[in-house]
């Protein structure tokens, strides 16, 4: 390709030195400078066009017969110097009217500020209701809070229903922010949804500014045009200096479309000459404008004028006489001349010779050549790409899981089959930015798929071709898990040489990041852990003891429990789960899964339970209880497994000694001991001497509402206890002894997760 490239800049070199008159005129040209365009009229004759330094074009104006109806109303302040523009009676001040269809506004900003006593000693929260048919631009707009102990929500009204988004934005110290960093320290953005048309900002603190009063009091938040405002570590103070941000509206002529509107010829807005129509993107309505050639206000009788090219030597390319046309112009050659009249092709040439000729002649068959050989090319490739596509999907399972498809009553909640291509455009072809967790198992990217939903998109590593058809009823079965404390799968990718999974996006991060993160660990609550616990043991027990076929989930740990922004626990990450036969109670499988919070019995037996999914989650407990990872090295030697230094305190009566500060502070004592004791039980070297997770569940769930269960055995002597310990548990775990030759036996996640647990 690339060589043809040269050749053809040969060919075209030579044909230009035929007429050295036209490449001379063609270097003399290039260099004209542009001209400013025509003045045209933008408002309805002896209407004000300008109120101070805002333009107003129709359909806007600023009395009655001047705008095209209520909702386009100005008002024009002329107390001012200079007069400023107001958006019909009310107090948003307008800066610029676009007929683009986009205008900016001035927006107030929210406001929350304490004293160091905790207490709040200002508020303020404004919203917006924009006039019929004006709508938040979804794209040139951010939702921004700053603070350094905040979070915020824009919620409002959109397509005639309520929705909310929000953000949190903490920092520890003044030396965390960064200038022009805007993604959770000190600062937070995010995207607004589309058709919103009322906005109403509101702001939290999560300590009241306790923690860091000495260098910030206040947080604020505000709807803003994202290229006019850049995070710096000094918004933190200067912001109460500052009223009000710009803000991006579009704009739109009624609610239907060009077509519903043609139908009403009286009211259509488009029925201008030359004046054509066009759906917006965001918002209701339709839009007009002047076609390519043509400029000025398409929305006026007659606004949309032709412009003449020839008048103006940068809007056209000819080298010897411009003949304006309407909506264009047109390149002729004096007489004694033959050519197209272009400086850009063979232009005007004086005669015609023999050499000419020739050399058109055989630079056009060559240029023929070359775009025959440039579409063969790559029409051979796209064949090629779609040949080892269909490879790929029948050898990942794919024709079985449509038949699977095709005989189960297709729902909502069935899993889709996702092609390559949707999935290459929701990533931006899997761009490195787009990574949100990345291990041994394979990499995770957020994408947006075409109807607005974002998803996390699992991409893993290996496959193993001999369980194809486990993996597609995994597939099956996962789709059809309806649990709202499980992160859906939403589909698969079969196209490629591994398969990808499609997954709902959870946006609050991991409960491991929530636990052992200092600065997040604050804001967990006795009773958001405890919450936490109960959901997800309930998910746990639903998948035991509820689904059609039950799932044990095989790598139960607090980087696989995510939360979303109400702090709701979801379960995630199935790549080891393993599908258990109704006849069945266990199965023999190569160990898999993460130290710190394998079953030391399936360790040592091979053989998987449900009680093993119970020993991984009384881990959990004790990280929500202690704050402490489940396996560290930065501990001392005693310390460093997490389940036996737990049991070890437990035998010593030293719990209260080693619990989290929140946990310490805020819970029951009574409640508390029971959680630990309960952790404890969940513990027990035998599987048998376990609860069940439809037990733990109940009773996290008693304890949640204060209610008592009985199951619980408290009455274990401190010998039976010391028993349990001795049964060669430690021999796994104490160190330099870990096993190393843990196998693999799932499609989806066939890698050993990393020692801490970590994503």
Not at 55 to 70: K, Q, V
Not at 105 to 112: M, N
Not at 214 to 222: M, P, R, T
């Amino acid at each position: 390709m690339i060589m043809g490239f040269h050749v053809l800049q040969i060919i075209l070199l030579t044909v230009a030195l035929t007429s050295s008159s036209s490449s001379s005129s063609s270097s003399s040209s290039s260099s004209a400078a542009a001209t400013p365009p025509p003045n045209f009229p933008i408002a309805k004759p002896n209407c004000l066009n300008r109120c101070g330094n805002v333009n107003i074009p129709f359909p806007f104006g600023t009395t009655d017969d001047c705008y095209e109806s209520e909702n386009f109303f100005i008002t024009c302040n002329q107390t001012f110097n200079p007069p400023k523009a107001f958006l019909k009676n009310s107090s948003i001040e307008i800066t610029d009217i676009s007929l683009d269809g986009q205008l900016r506004l001035l927006q107030f900003i929210a406001h929350d500020c304490y004293n160091r006593n905790r207490t709040r000693v200002s508020y303020s929260d404004p919203w917006i209701y924009l006039p019929v048919f004006f709508t938040v631009n979804n794209t040139a707009n951010k939702f921004t809070i700053v603070g350094c102990d905040t979070y915020g929500f824009v919620s409002g009204r959109r397509l005639n229903r309520n929705y909310q988004t929000g953000c949190t934005a903490m920092c520890d110290a003044e030396d965390d922010l960064a200038e022009g960093s805007c993604t959770g320290l000190g600062c937070c953005q995010t995207s607004i949804p589309k058709e919103v048309w009322r906005v109403e900002l509101t702001l939290k603190s999560y300590e009241n500014y306790s923690y860091v009063w000495g260098f910030n009091n206040c947080s604020y938040g505000f709807v803003v045009e994202e290229s006019a405002f850049t995070f710096s570590p000094k918004n933190l103070t200067n912001l109460r200096n500052v009223e009000r941000l710009p803000m991006v509206i579009d704009w739109a002529i009624g609610n239907g479309s060009c077509k519903e509107a043609q139908m009403n010829s009286s009211s259509y807005a488009c029925r201008s000459v030359n004046s054509k129509c066009y759906k917006p993107s965001n918002g209701y309505g339709y839009r007009c404008y002047c076609p390519e050639g043509y400029q000025g206000n398409p929305y006026l009788v007659h606004g949309c004028k032709d412009i003449d090219e020839c008048q103006n030597s940068s809007l056209n390319i000819c080298e010897k006489k411009c003949v304006n046309t309407a909506g264009g112009f047109q390149c002729v050659c004096p007489k004694g001349y033959h050519g197209d009249g272009r400086r850009d092709g063979r232009g005007c040439i004086r005669g015609e010779s023999l050499a000419y000729k020739l050399a058109a002649g055989f630079a056009l068959g060559v240029i023929i050549l070359l775009l025959a050989a440039c579409w063969l090319h790559l029409e051979l490739r796209r064949r090629r790409q779609n040949k080892m596509k269909q490879k790929f999907f029948v050898q990942n399972g794919g024709i079985l899981l449509q038949e699977k498809l095709i005989r189960r009553e297709r729902s909502s909640d069935t899993a889709k089959i996702f092609s390559s291509s949707e999935l290459q455009k929701a990533t931006d072809n899997f761009n490195n930015s787009m990574i949100i967790g990345q291990g041994g198992y394979g990499t995770v990217y957020k994408g947006l798929l075409p109807d607005n939903r974002i998803v996390a998109i699992k991409k893993s590593k290996v496959v193993d071709p001999n369980q194809i058809e486990q993996f597609v009823n995994e597939v099956i079965i996962l789709s059809q898990v309806n649990h709202r404390n499980v992160v859906k799968l939403l589909g698969c990718c079969l196209e490629t040489q591994v398969p990808l999974l499609v997954y709902e996006f959870i946006s609050n991060g991991t409960l491991f990041e929530h636990v052992h993160n200092k600065a997040k660990a604050r804001s967990l609550s006795w009773e958001t852990r405890l919450k936490i616990a109960t959901e997800t043991a309930g998910v746990l027990s639903y998948l035991h003891s509820s689904a059609s076929t039950p799932i044990i989930h095989r790598d139960v740990k607090s980087a696989n429990i995510l939360l979303d922004h109400t702090f709701t626990a979801k379960v995630s990450d199935f790549g080891a789960s393993k599908l258990v036969p109704l006849d069945q109670t266990q199965l023999s499988t190569m160990v898999q899964g993460t130290f710190g919070y394998l079953d030391p019995e399936y360790m040592q037996t091979n053989q998987l339970t449900e009680k093993s999914d119970v020993y991984s989650f009384g881990v959990v407990l004790v990280e929500l209880l202690t704050g402490m990872k489940a396996l560290s090295y930065d501990r001392p030697e005693e310390e460093r497994n997490l389940a036996n230094f737990f049991l070890s305190v437990m035998k010593q009566e030293r719990l209260f000694q080693i619990l989290e500060d929140n946990v310490v502070r805020e819970g029951n004592k009574e409640r508390v001991m029971k959680v630990a004791v309960l952790a404890k039980s969940c513990l027990n070297v035998r599987g048998d001497d376990r609860p069940s997770m439809k037990e733990v569940a109940m009773e996290l769930e008693g304890l949640k509402v204060g209610a008592k269960h009985s199951w619980v055995q408290t009455e274990n002597s401190a010998q039976d206890m010391e028993s349990l310990l001795s049964e060669g548990f430690s021999g796994y775990i104490n160190g330099a002894g870990y096993s190393t030759s843990i196998g693999f036996d799932s499609l989806r996640d066939q890698i050993i997760l990393p020692v801490d647990g970590g994503r």
